[in-house]
């Protein structure tokens, strides 16, 4: 046992250590400027899987011209919620042509959300203002990514210098923007993984 607590304890001395050096104290700007997109298929099979992404597009055709132009979180927020009836009836559309009746429920708020890679950028854990639209139960595997600024459409994401000048745009600085793009120092992904550890630790 005492072996044990000794091995937990160096264990959390080195993830102490090494998340210590690393660069910090830019993720909360980050937080409190995007919103993110959180797409909940009904389950898991194959028909309601290929529904959500179909429904994911549509609603990524309503959103990114409505958020091309935006400054803000607020902004961004304010305009979703403006047109929730119309990102509604668009997924509702897809659903319909797809010869099926689940319901869609769109929830705007904070969630939590696990560290998010992808090809251009990586998104820490941590609670973040999302648009969440449920398909049906909404069982099934989600689909995350960045609403505002609108950086990803389908299935890809944008490339690293227009997610750059997208985050700059949007208020970041430098700094603030390289912790998720990494533009110089590949360590965020790594860093993200061991607070999400050490999270788990406690």
């Keep these: 046992m005492n072996n044990?607590?000794?091995?937990?304890?160096?264990?959390?001395?080195?993830?102490?250590?090494?998340?210590?050096?690393?660069?910090?104290?830019?993720?909360?700007?980050?937080?409190?400027?995007?919103?993110?997109?959180?797409?909940?298929?009904?389950?898991?099979?194959?028909?309601?899987?290929?529904?959500?992404?179909?429904?994911?597009?549509?609603v990524l055709e309503v959103t990114s011209p409505l958020l091309t132009d935006c400054k803000s979180q607020d902004e961004a927020r304010a305009i979703l919620e403006a047109h929730t009836g119309e990102i509604q009836a668009a997924a509702e559309a897809v659903i319909e042509r797809a010869g099926r009746e689940d319901p869609v429920t769109i929830l705007f708020g904070m969630e939590d959300y696990p560290t998010r890679d992808y090809e251009s950028f990586c998104f820490p854990e941590g609670e973040y203002l999302s648009l969440r639209v449920c398909i049906g139960e909404g069982a099934g595997q989600n689909w995350w990514c960045?609403?505002?600024?609108?950086?990803?459409?389908?299935?890809?994401?944008?490339?690293?210098?227009?997610?750059e000048d997208a985050f700059i745009r949007v208020g970041l600085t430098p700094s603030q923007y390289k912790i998720i793009t990494e533009s110089e120092k590949p360590v965020y992904r790594v860093r993200f993984k061991l607070l999400e550890v050490f999270r788990g630790l406690f």
């Excluded at 959180?38 to 959500?52: G, I, R």
């Excluded at 960045?146 to 997610?163: D, N, R």
């Design 4 to 58: 044990r607590l000794l091995t937990v304890s160096l264990i959390l001395c080195a993830i102490l250590l090494v998340v210590g050096l690393m660069p910090v104290h830019g993720e909360a700007a980050v937080y409190n400027t995007v919103v993110r997109l959180h797409v909940l298929a009904n389950s898991d099979s194959e028909e309601d899987q290929t529904l959500k992404l179909a429904v994911r597009d549509a």
């Design 146 to 163: 960045c609403v505002f600024p609108p950086l990803c459409v389908g299935s890809a994401s944008a490339s690293k210098q227009t997610a």
